[in-house]
């Protein structure tokens, strides 16, 4: 079974810069969630998607950020413009309500760095 | 709000020494509890988890017991060995299956030879 799967790995952008990150989460799976990671702290949750719906995308900073999952399977988080706080790893997981503990399984992530 | 608390790191350890990585919690109701694990350059790895006050999870021979009266969930190894150098991160996940995780901010263990 192939996993999450992520791109880019890397991306340096300039600061007021957009960038866009995409997510293939593992064939089957209804949730997929998008965590940022600062460097020196754990995953901190952005937004998770039911399907293509939305259920939490509280700490989300919405005047720049936006993510989408058209068709409830793969997903895009866009940045618009960066800021030099927004240097961090982007995390995507998705999970399966298939799987009674519902575990969240992570990509490899994107690291963005802003300069 | 609900948190996770960790052991700062990094913690550094002689092959087969014992391991302990300290963490508790904070959170209405009664979460499910887990270890993840990052190696260097991979992604992130669930280790172990319990979902239920005295469960103990257990893998590649870490321990962890939840513990609701002291609302801990400390990662045990009896022998730790080079190849378990990574981050690693407790989380917590309010008992509603299908929700995001609440990770603590992870700690660093280098193990020599």
Redesign the interface.
């Known amino acids: 079974e192939a996993g999450v799967a992520q791109s880019p790995r890397y991306k340096i952008i300039e600061k007021r810069q957009s960038v866009a990150f995409w997510c293939n989460p593992i064939s089957g799976h209804a949730t997929l969630y998008w965590y940022q990671q600062i460097l020196g702290q754990g995953p901190k949750l952005l937004i998770q998607f039911q399907n293509n719906g939305v259920v939490d995308d509280s700490q989300l900073p919405k005047d720049r950020f936006s993510a989408e999952r058209l068709k409830g399977v793969d997903s895009t988080l866009k940045i618009q413009p960066a800021k030099l706080e927004d240097s961090a790893v982007y995390l995507c997981a998705s999970s399966s309500p298939g799987q009674g503990s519902y575990e969240q399984y992570f990509g490899p992530g994107t690291r963005l760095t802003v300069t | 709000g609900d948190s ?1 608390t960790q052991m700062e790191g990094p913690v550094t350890l002689s092959e087969e020494a014992f391991l302990t990585i300290n963490c508790t919690y904070t959170a209405t109701g009664y979460p ?1 509890l887990f270890w ?1 694990v990052q190696y260097p350059g ?5 280790l172990l ?1 319990a ?1 239920k006050a005295d469960d103990k999870g257990s893998n590649k021979g870490f321990e962890a017991t939840y513990r609701k009266e002291t609302t801990s969930f400390h990662l045990e190894k009896g022998s730790v060995q080079v190849s378990d150098s990574a981050v690693y ?1 407790c ?1 917590l ?1 309010l008992n509603q ?10 700690t660093t263990l280098s193990v020599s030879s």
């Open positions: 996770v499910s993840y991979e992604g992130l790895q669930l988890k979902t991160f989380a996940r299956a299908g929700t995001a995780l609440i990770f603590g901010k992870g």
